[in-house]
């Protein structure tokens, strides 16, 4: 496991379990602040940025495949899209199951629809030309080898030589070992949200970026670690393993 992280100016990151990223999410919300509705709104439009930025950079085209589950992670990149929808971009969302979605993911996705953004399923993704593909199916809330319809996304994702930014993690990769018990999403870039996870080895995840979610400093604090925000005056920033 990756214990530490450095920002480009030299700060040390502390990598976090997934045990304890779930200990810091229950007390941000049930004790502090922020409720998850704000910090998956924080985390869509860090990755609408991170998705800018990239686009910007290479020059690419306004169309974007964002696969999403039905969890935290689905909603995130949901909420990511919705923010692209709204710079004049060309989000279209593939859902891995939407009957099966979770509250505030299907809130997301309630917004989204009313916004006139594209939803189609699964099979229909074979039909679509994208500029730029956003991995939001699965992030710390693996536990065994990807299947089904989460299966044929990866499949589909890993297949295509499309720019491709994985939300938190990469889907099929434990947040803690790094390891993959099945098929896994190959990112060019992992945006990772709140602090870097243990398993975020570099040769799975591409280029890392940290995103702020607005935490406070005091929820750390209360699972033992000793935090300093390593963000300063932005919100996304790069880090790399400390060697």
């Known amino acids: 496991m990756i214990k530490e992280f450095v920002t480009n100016t030299g700060l040390i990151v502390l990598a976090v379990t997934k045990e304890q990223m779930i200990k810091v999410d229950r007390i941000a ?103 730029l593909i956003i991995d939001a199916i699965i992030g710390y809330s693996l536990i065994s080898a990807p299947r089904g319809n989460v299966l044929e996304m990866i499949n589909f994702i890993n297949r295509n030589n499309i720019p491709t930014i994985s939300l938190d993690i ?35 995840c591409g280029e890392i970026i940290l995103a702020d979610v607005g935490i406070p400093k005091v929820v750390y604090e209360k699972i033992g670690l000793k935090y300093n925000s390593p963000f300063s005056d932005k919100y996304i920033i790069p880090i790399s393993v400390k060697e």
């Open 170 to 204: 990469p889907t099929g990769v434990l947040v803690t070992s790094g390891e993959n018990p099945g098929e896994f999403v190959k990112p060019e870039i992992t945006l990772t949200l709140a602090l870097p996870k243990t398993g975020l080895y570099p040769d799975k």
């Open 29 to 131: 919300v049930e004790e502090i602040g922020p409720n998850l509705f704000q910090m998956m709104e924080n985390a869509g439009r860090n990755l609408a940025l991170t998705s800018i930025e990239l686009i910007l950079k290479r020059s690419l085209g306004k169309r974007i495949m964002v696969f999403a589950g039905t969890g935290g992670n689905g909603g995130g990149g949901i909420c990511g899209a919705r923010h692209l929808l709204n710079h004049g971009y060309e989000p279209i969302v593939i859902l891995s199951n939407e009957k099966k979605m979770q509250e505030i993911p299907a809130y997301q996705l309630g917004i989204f629809r009313k916004a006139g953004g594209e939803i189609i399923p699964v099979e229909k993704a074979k039909d679509v030309r994208a500029d």
